[in-house]
């Protein structure tokens, strides 16, 4: 066992701030069960840090002490290592694009994976399933928009989206129409009327 730890610990030596650790990537090493308790000693004597079912971390040493890896970074890895997109919520969206001064208190993610969270030593970060919708464009600053929209809602989309139109470069507002079509039909209306100049038109009424 002993042994195999030091395996593991060679294994990740020199893995990016943030890298998730897999136990099913450590199997060349050991059986599951194994591979398993060799993880959770690491864990107990805080060599390594136990993130969620089935994935780790490894602290980050520097000449103030050990922390856990920032958020981003662990974010950034698990993304690129599960093939998911996850991206910031609509309300860090929404305060990045300048559309609210509300600073969010939790960091919440949203994912094209499952929901779960992930332990940060003393940072919960909550990773929500979106639809994909929600996801378009990722994290380029149309997307950012969308997520924010979403996050707004209705009552303040339109006036939302007037500020982004004057703020964004016209490409970034343009990617954000482009997408419209993916949208639900209330935001994709919004989306229409802003970018024709059509806010605040009363609805045609059918001709009788």
């Not at 136990?23 to 840090?49: F, T």
């Not at 990773?127 to 994909?132: E, K, S």
């Not at 209705?154 to 990617?175: M, Q, R, V």
């Not at 935001?187 to 609805?203: D, F, I, N």
Request: glycine residues 10%; proline residues 6%; contains cysteine.
């Amino acid at each position: 066992m002993q042994r195999l730890t030091e395996q593991i610990l060679a294994y990740t030596e020199g893995s990016p701030e943030g890298a998730p650790i897999a136990a099913k990537s450590l199997l060349h090493l050991g059986n599951r069960a194994a591979v398993d308790q060799a993880l959770s000693r690491l864990v107990e004597r805080g060599r390594l840090i136990g993130a969620g079912r089935g994935v780790y971390l490894r602290p980050v040493s520097s000449r103030f002490g050990v922390r856990a890896p920032s958020v981003e970074k662990a974010i950034e890895a698990l993304a690129l290592q599960r093939g998911e997109v996850i991206v910031s919520n609509g309300a860090a969206a929404a305060n990045a694009l300048g559309l609210t001064t509300q600073v969010p208190v939790r960091s919440v993610y949203l994912t094209s994976g499952r929901s779960r969270t992930m332990n940060l030593g003393q940072q919960i970060v909550e990773l929500r399933h979106a639809p994909r919708w929600q996801l378009a464009l990722a994290d380029r600053p149309a997307g950012q928009a969308v997520r924010a929209l979403a996050w707004l809602g209705p009552e303040k989309a339109e006036a939302a989206l007037k500020t982004l139109k004057h703020n964004l470069p016209s490409s970034t507002f343009g990617e954000l129409v482009a997408v419209a079509p993916q949208l639900p039909t209330w935001l994709a209306r919004t989306v229409g009327k802003v970018a024709h100049g059509l806010e605040g038109t009363p609805p045609c009424r059918a001709s009788s």
